[in-house]
């Protein structure tokens, strides 16, 4: 183990390593065995006890010492061999490198290994009878413009059949929920995003819908479509390898807060899109799967709020409805108490 004077000498020590020592003196300790895979005493052992060290924090300590043992459990399961392990370190390199504001591709990683659905299960764990969530994805907005119930999400000449969405939030025992914000956003009939267009800093297809006094709130909008995720990197080439695809079914996306109640992030899928059972992000259940209703009545239309401009051309409006339902933040800490227990 150095001592201080060791590590200020110019005859052991780099000028670099002495320029940090007037800033923070790390702590030195002693080499007093030698680890070998296959002994009692492994490189696994080693980390271990240098982290229990010199770490100072506990959540620190227990994460990483789990990471440490999963990834080393991992590279005995697998026999893992060095041209394995450049080409794992390439495409996370890759990823890093293709990475923007607007796209991260370790979050997709994260998304298509199902690592981020199981997050939000191990944080979000729902009572039985409450809707099931998911991850927002890259398109979420946090403060969309507010929409009145009844108002419409789209704006004029968006691309796409017309919809009407009809819903409620409700607590576990069957109540409506008031005033809870509803914020919605989705793909067009193009399956493009607002911000995916020339001018990303025009809200369209999206927006906050406070619930009326019974939880109830609707909208007019337009019908979105199926659409892929980014597959022009890493994650896409992985997702060949692996026989996959990386196309979305057609969804609509919701985040939905309410004083005294878990917030909510999930998203409803339309029965008759595509790809249901092998969405890329693993963001599908069958619970959030919608039958729809087409709506040919011209004067069912007019009872839904649409307007005159907005029907030209129009044969049928697609009807969707759904009811939300949130538990208390004491019933979903409850929850996490009994599963922990």
Known sequence: MASLSQMKNPLLVGTAIRAQLEHEIPRDLPLEKDFKEGSGYTITDHIDELHETLCKN???????????????????????THAE????????????????????????????????????????????????GCEPGPFFIAEPPIIKSGGSLSAPGTTGERMWFSGSVRDTEGSGIPDARVNVWQADGDGLYD???????????????PTEHDGTFNYRGILPTAYPIPSDGPVGDLLKMLGRHPHRS???????????????????????????GTDPVFATRKSLICELVEEKDSKKWKEMGFEESELQGVSRIWV????FVLPTVKQVEDLKKSIQA
């Open 250 to 276: 057609s969804h609509l996306h919701f985040h939905i807060t309410a004083p005294g109640y878990d917030s909510l992030t999930s998203a409803l899928y339309p029965s008759h899109s595509p790809f249901l």
């Open 195 to 209: 911000v995916q267009y020339s001018d990303p800093n025009i809200a369209n297809d999206r927006g906050c819908i």
């Open 58 to 80: 506990p959540r620190t300590l227990e994460l990483i010492k789990g990471l440490t043992h999963a990834l080393h459990g991992f590279a005995r399961q697998t026999k893992l």
């Open 320 to 323: 969707w409805k759904f009811d």
């Open 85 to 132: 392990w450049a080409a794992t370190i390439d495409f996370l390199t890759r990823a890093g490198k293709i990475s923007t504001p607007a796209r991260n591709e370790f979050v997709l990683l994260s998304d298509t290994l199902g690592l981020s659905v199981l997050i939000d299960e191990l944080e979000h764990p729902k009572p039985e009878g409450c809707t099931e």
